[in-house]
């Protein structure tokens, strides 16, 4: 389908000039800032750099991506709210996405003041591919949302691209769980597709929920819109440099991710032998849905051995989303689970 970014862009955006530092400009330079109101005193009394240079080689290189396709959120939910709110015009246009799936979408879009379509996944948790041609055969809808692993669901979405090829608007593709999977990350349909967004997170797999930074990649055209009209210091100074200290050691962090991988089976294999589960859904993610008998009975008895879970929405029934902890977290869980 051809790509237009003009007429997807909200109109009154197009001439807005966004907020602009020099700033960026004297990195490393010794220089007397008296242009900001800062206080002139203070650990932190300097606003941080606005556009995280070192931040974003380091992201780019690792993730095979020129700089230049790369923005970065307060984490995701900046990032799924700021999408929304380039695109789509308040009281007029619509959002699709899968259900279930990651409630932001649909929190952000009713504070956005826009229409939420949804795709409601079968017994496995895929899109039906006619359902979904039937459906965007109708829709006026600029945003398609994915979410693939799924979150609560955590199956990945199998032919992730037709679904991509398929719809007119912008894809925003959330792989805020994809370290953990054996699917390809869809950056690689970044220069096939122009109107794809991906979404990564260095809270789950790089174990930085803490520093709040999502990240963003598209074309160079999409991501110079995120980068003109962010926030001016939407990363914070330490965000950044804590962020960058950690992603010098790539083995340590992969080290984790296999670990928790291992934990993973051993947890898996260990729920399906406790009588009060009734299933195990796939998982390509760092949790586990389960299925219990009275998920809210289990809830609470976990609740009171001091391990929060969490008790998911109305349209998945008795089911409680199970995040894989350290060996000892785990081994608690499944004692407490034993003795239902």
């Known amino acids: 389908m051809e790509f237009n970014l003009e007429k997807l862009v909200r109109p009154h955006l197009k001439d807005l000039k966004s907020y602009a530092t020099l700033r960026d400009i004297y990195v490393g330079e010794k220089m007397f800032f008296l242009d900001a109101s800062e206080n002139p005193f203070g650990e932190f009394n300097r606003y941080p750099q606005g556009n ?7 992201l780019a290189k690792i993730n095979g991506v020129k700089e230049a396709n790369l923005f970065l959120g307060n984490g995701s939910d900046e990032l799924i709210d700021f999408t929304q709110r380039i695109f789509c015009e308040p009281g007029k246009d619509s959002i699709l996405m899968m259900n279930p799936s990651f409630v932001m979408y649909e929190i952000y879009a009713k504070m956005n003041n826009l229409k939420i379509e949804k795709l409601n996944l079968n017994s496995d948790f895929q899109l039906e591919k006619s359902a979904f041609l039937q459906t965007v055969s109708k829709t006026e809808a600029k945003l ?17 691209e037709f679904y991509i090829q398929n719809f007119s608007g912008i894809v925003v593709v959330d792989e805020a769980y994809i370290e953990f999977s054996k699917e390809v990350s869809a950056v690689k349909l970044l220069e096939k597709y122009p109107n794809l967004i991906v979404l990564k997170t260095l809270s789950k797999a790089y174990g930085m929920a803490g520093l709040r ?5 598209a074309s160079e055209e999409v991501a110079r819109l995120y980068n003109r009209f962010k926030p001016p210091y939407n990363i914070s100074s330490e965000s950044q440099k804590l962020a960058l200290e950690q992603l010098k050691n790539l083995p340590q962090i992969e080290e ?10 051993r947890l898996k ?4 032998q406790i009588s009060q589960i009734v299933k195990i859904y796939p998982s390509e993610a760092n949790f586990f849905l389960v299925e219990f008998k009275d998920a809210e009975f289990a809830y609470k008895k976990l609740l009171e051995n001091k391990i929060l879970t969490s008790l998911r929405h109305p349209a998945l029934k008795n089911c409680l989303r199970i995040s894989v902890g350290t060996t000892e977290e785990n081994s608690k869980l499944l004692n407490v689970l034993a003795q239902i």
């Open 52 to 58: 995280p240079v070192d931040l974003k080689t380091c």
């Open 144 to 160: 398609l949302f994915l979410c693939s692993p799924n979150n609560p669901t955590g199956n990945a979405i199998e032919d992730l």
């Open 213 to 217: 930074i999502g990240i963003g990649f």
């Open 256 to 265: 984790n991710i296999s670990k928790i991988l291992a934990e993973k089976e």
């Open 269 to 272: 294999n260990s729920l399906s």
